[in-house]
């Protein structure tokens, strides 16, 4: 079953302490990105990663970082959490065709971050 | 600059009525794409369309339609004889190639309520 996967689905940490939240994806998708969901404001994506090795940022990086060492995996990492990255994350990954926009993003079933 | 507007916040209405979910967007492309997705509950992110912008051809799936009009820059969805089931959050989104890059930007979205 083709499917993007985020763990963990619910976290709860202390204002400082390392986290990733881990991304798989079973398509052979080339391109993945990372987005926060925050009430009234809809997703923001925070990072993105065209290939492997390839990564950019999005509209919201401040306090994130990313890696994209092999196809399938795009973790999220948090060097040093603080209380306003409480929210809830989305990984999607895509293959466009040809390089165009055309295909619809495939989410993961995000992941709840509260940080303390 | 690319830009999705979803004005309505939220939604209620009474279980059969029919409802209508606003979406108009901002983009200089002219070749862009445009999705909705329903966030029910549980939480995950549930694609529902795509259209591009070559195509305005209204859709209908079942109870769902959808209303692209370029002129106006809106992508509007209805439901007909809404069902409790259909209670969520949608989102609309816009999909660009901006310098070789995806760019996939959401509405705040509208969360819908429908009552028995």
């Known amino acids: 079953e083709a499917q993007v996967t985020q763990n963990p689905r619910y976290l709860i940490t202390v204002t400082g302490k390392k986290l990733t939240v881990t991304c798989s994806q079973n398509m052979n998708h080339e391109y993945m990105s990372w987005y926060r969901q925050d009430p009234g404001l809809g997703l923001r994506q925070i990072y993105y990663s065209m290939n492997v090795e390839v990564t950019d940022k999005g509209d919201v990086p401040e306090g994130y970082k990313v890696s994209r060492k092999e196809k399938r995996n795009f973790p999220l990492i948090l060097e040093s959490p603080s209380p306003n990255q409480t929210s809830l994350y989305f990984c999607?990954?895509?293959?466009?065709?040809?390089?165009?926009?055309?295909?619809?993003?495939?989410f993961g079933q995000g992941t709840r971050l509260t940080v303390v | 600059a690319q830009k999705v507007t979803q004005a309505q916040t939220e939604i209620s209405v009474v279980e059969k009525e029919d409802v209508t979910l606003d979406c108009v967007y901002e983009?200089?492309?002219?070749?862009?794409?445009l999705f909705w997705y329903k966030q029910p509950p549980s939480g995950e992110l549930v694609f529902l369309i795509r259209?591009?912008?070559?195509?305005?051809q209204n859709e209908i799936s079942g109870r769902y339609s959808w209303n692209f009009q370029k002129s106006t820059s809106s992508f509007n969805f209805t439901i007909t004889a809404s069902q409790v089931v259909d209670s969520a959050v949608y989102f609309c989104a816009l999909r660009a190639l901006i310098q070789g890059a995806q760019k996939l930007v959401f509405g705040q979205g509208t969360r819908l309520t429908i009552n028995p």
């Open positions: 983009t200089r492309d002219t070749t862009y794409y």
């Open positions: 259209r591009n912008s070559f195509d305005e």
């Open positions: 999607a990954s895509s293959s466009p065709h040809r390089g165009r926009a055309n295909t619809e993003a495939f």
